[in-house]
Nanobody
Framework: QVQLVESGGGSVQAGGSLRLSCITS????????VGWFRQAPGKEREGVAS????????YYADSVKGRFVMSLDNAKNTLYLQMNSLKPEDAAMYYC????????????????????????????WGQGTQVTVSS
């Protein structure tokens, strides 16, 4: 059974940094997309960053490119999201998620996995960690 547990959220001032962690368990690494999503009050959940566990590339939403970095520590089964130059509009509940990568894993992990809200019902989700950014 896939399990995802996030931590690391908190309150920072605009321009500050936070690092989120997601401890993973219960799945075969080479067959999944994993990623970070966020949801602000009154808004739809949106994809932030993703990677294919069988590859080496990471993918980012345009809104966070150049500021956020997603990484993976295989030895610790842990995903990270380093968030720099935080803006008030980055404030949200942040979730870690995973989904089967399918037959075209690189394409899926870089595209529909992040950009298809109708697929969210099929994902494994963590409980979320809150990020607050004050101006």
């Amino acid at each position: 059974q896939v399990q995802l547990v996030e931590s690391g959220g908190g309150s920072v001032q605009a321009g500050g940094s936070l690092r989120l962690s997601c401890i993973t368990s219960g799945f075969v690494y080479g067959r999944y997309c994993v990623g970070w999503f966020r949801q602000a009050p009154g808004k739809e959940r949106e994809g932030v960053a993703s990677l294919y566990l069988g590859g080496s590339s990471t993918y980012y939403a345009d809104s966070v490119k150049g500021r956020f970095v997603m990484s993976l520590d295989n030895a610790k089964n842990t995903l990270y999201l380093q968030m720099n130059s935080l803006k008030p509009e980055d404030a949200a509940m942040y979730y870690c998620a995973a989904d089967h990568a399918g037959s075209s894993p690189s394409a899926y992990c870089s595209g529909n996995f992040l950009e298809s809200p109708h697929r969210h019902q099929y994902y494994n989700w963590g409980q979320g960690t809150q990020v607050t950014v004050s101006s």
